[in-house]
């Protein structure tokens, strides 16, 4: 079956600088589209950034964080954290299927803590 592994996560001072890895298995179809979502206590699940030829960022982490590719593997890399970037990150990949509209897979998340 699919599945999304990521890496990376952990505990961070404000300011400081981590990369998120995540690694597809198990893909039979095309990927159209990865991406990073994360989700605070209480809050809903918000895009982070995603890659599908051209590059999307959320308006909170543009010139902060970097999303780049590599065929079946996705990586963002975080700079000048702060505390409210604090969340649980999930891997997104988007592929073409027997589906109308293709298929959707999540990775199972890592934390990111970002203290002050």
């Known amino acids: 079956q699919v599945q999304l592994v990521e890496s990376g996560g952990g505990l961070v001072q404000a300011g400081g600088s981590l990369k998120l890895s995540c690694t597809a298995s198990g893909i039979i179809w095309s990927i159209k589209e990865m991406g990073w979502y994360r989700q605070a206590p209480g809050k809903q699940r918000e895009l982070v950034a995603s890659?599908?030829?051209s590059t999307v960022y959320a308006d909170s982490v543009k010139g902060r964080f970097t999303i780049s590719r590599d065929n079946t593997r996705v990586y963002l890399q975080m700079n000048s954290l702060k505390p409210e970037d604090t969340a649980v990150y999930y891997c997104?990949?988007?592929?073409?299927?027997?589906?109308?509209?293709?298929?959707?897979?999540w990775g199972k998340g890592t934390l990111v803590t970002v203290s002050s």
């Open positions: 890659t599908s030829g």
């Open positions: 997104n990949v988007k592929t073409d299927g027997p589906l109308v509209n293709g298929m959707n897979y």
